[in-house]
């Protein structure tokens, strides 16, 4: 595949997993669409452009794991699974449902392809070290992509992750921050200054590469080429809109974790289906993906 087949590929999935989103957070009359939908461009470009995994067999022992850390963005992780074939399609208007495999944080005992159940901020990244440590000792040399948001830097446990992981090595861990600037209470800056995010995570030990997170293209190269420098983790701060594709969304806080209404979720709708078609029309299809993403 071509690398331009393979940007619009990624893009025509993050573009379906938008649409995705709103829908199934609307049918649930709760949720977060504005860390979803900030998030879908990074999460389409792993499963579909850069993570070895196999939906047909969620347990094989060679795939890349992938933690989403900031548990609460759970509709875009399940709009990925369900088009890569995870499970049905019919299971995404099931979100947050009593008996649901779609809980409202990813439960990995309900939901194959979930490798751990998140929601508590701030532990993402521990246990993505946790899983390098225990791939390391059986000789596997699989990634682990943790992805963060970035009011979630606020726990103090990341940055003990931090160090834990430049301490030992991790280089087959990458984190992945999602840096669209807001978090619940409004914005990060105002809430609890993060500074400079880059800069902070240099100073930790790691490799720090900053990408447009809407940029498939970008998001493919800084995703998968190697740490410069063996033994070094790599930390990609994506800078992001919260609310990304749903014009009264964008940069508002206020999204954070609300349901639209029904005259909201028709012009969300509208909007994203318009993104769509334009990046491929063959998308609109509710036909299942089955296969994985290459490296």
Known sequence: MTQEARVAVVSARAARMRHDIIEMIAEAGSGHPGGSLSAADIVATLYF???????????????????????????VLYAALAQAGYFGRSHLQT?????????????????????????????GLAIANGMALALRLTGSTSRVFCLLGDGELQEGEVWEAAMFAAHHGLDTVTAIVDHNGL????????VMCLGEVAEKLHAFGWEVREVDGHDVEALLAVLSSPPAVAGVPVAVVARTVKGRGVSFMEGDAGWHGKAPNAEQTKQALAELRESLAAADPEQLSDAPVTEGGDR
Not at 53 to 73: C, I, M, N, T, Y
């Open 183 to 190: 978090q619940i209470d409004g914005a990060c800056s105002e």
């Open 49 to 75: 452009g850069i993570m070895k995994h196999d939906p047909q067999r969620p347990g094989w022992p060679e795939r890349d794991r992938f933690v989403l850390s900031k548990g609460h963005a759970a509709p």
């Open 95 to 123: 979100l947050r449902k009593l008996g649901s495999i779609l809980q409202g944080h990813p439960d990995c005992l309900k939901c194959d392809g979930v490798e751990v159940s998140t929601g508590s901020l701030g532990q």
